[in-house]
């Protein structure tokens, strides 16, 4: 079946460490997408990648980096220099042509204590 | 910058009343699309409108896209258990293609 499978569900992390989110997609989607979740706050977009080796920073991308080396992966790396990184992050993929929706991975809950 | 708004951010409704949650934009939308949330969950497409004044249904669930293209509504009629989680609008970001606008969603919870 096609989908987005995110590792780990969770992660556990102590202040100060980077830690590399896994985000791997079998839709052949073009476009792909991190979004941080908070209680209450809706879906923030961290970085975006439309096409293999380019991407953007979103509106909260201080703090995170990317890489988007093959069409089907796409980890989102959370620095120390992210100064409340505990949330659930989404990742999600959107095909390049014809309807546009979003196809969302299962999260990853990120806790750093 | 752009906004998506959404109200109300929490409903408590009894199962079998009707639940109603707006969405509204700071700037006119091409599109308006709609996900749900259930809980511990992801997000999930469930619809989009594009037509000024749509009105699209899916059973219980009828949406709606304002004439002017700013705002929108879902509306479930007689609530089951089911429909609980969190529903989302999103709309396209003005700045970049493909990107999309979030509201901060109103979480539904049905008492059985």
């Known amino acids: 079946d096609g989908g987005i499978t995110q590792s780990p569900k969770y992660l556990f992390r102590k202040e100060g460490q980077n830690v590399t989110l896994s985000c791997e997609q079998n839709?052949?989607?073009?476009?792909m997408y991190w979004y941080r979740q908070d209680p209450g706050q809706g879906l923030r977009l961290i970085y975006y990648?439309?096409?293999?080796?380019?991407?953007q920073k979103g509106d909260i991308a201080e703090g995170y980096s990317v890489s988007r080396e093959k069409k089907e992966s796409f980890p989102l790396t959370v620095t120390s220099a992210q100064k409340n990184p505990t949330a659930f992050y989404l990742c999600?993929?959107?095909?390049?042509?014809?309807?546009?929706?979003?196809?969302f991975g299962n999260g990853t809950r990120l806790t750093v204590t | 910058g752009q906004q998506v708004m959404q109200i109300p951010q929490y409903q408590h409704v009894q199962e079998g009343e009707d639940f109603t949650t707006y969405c509204n934009s700071s700037?006119?939308?091409?599109?308006i699309q709609w996900y749900k949330q259930r809980p511990g969950g992801h997000p999930v497409f469930l619809i989009q409108?594009?037509?000024?004044?749509e009105v699209k249904k899916q059973k219980r669930l009828t949406f709606q896209f304002g004439e002017a293209k700013k705002n929108s509504s879902l509306h479930i009629t007689a609530t089951q258990t089911t429909d609980v989680g969190t529903y989302f609008c999103?709309?396209?970001?003005?700045?970049?293609?493909?990107?999309?606008?979030f509201g901060k969603g109103t979480k539904l919870s049905v008492k059985p």
């Open positions: 999600a993929s959107m095909a390049g042509t014809g309807f546009r929706s979003l196809h």
């Open positions: 839709l052949n989607h073009d476009a």
């Open positions: 990648s439309q096409i293999v080796n380019d991407f």
């Open positions: 700037t006119t939308l091409s599109n």
């Open positions: 409108l594009v037509k000024s004044g």
């Open positions: 999103a709309g396209p970001s003005g700045g970049s293609q493909g990107n999309l606008i």
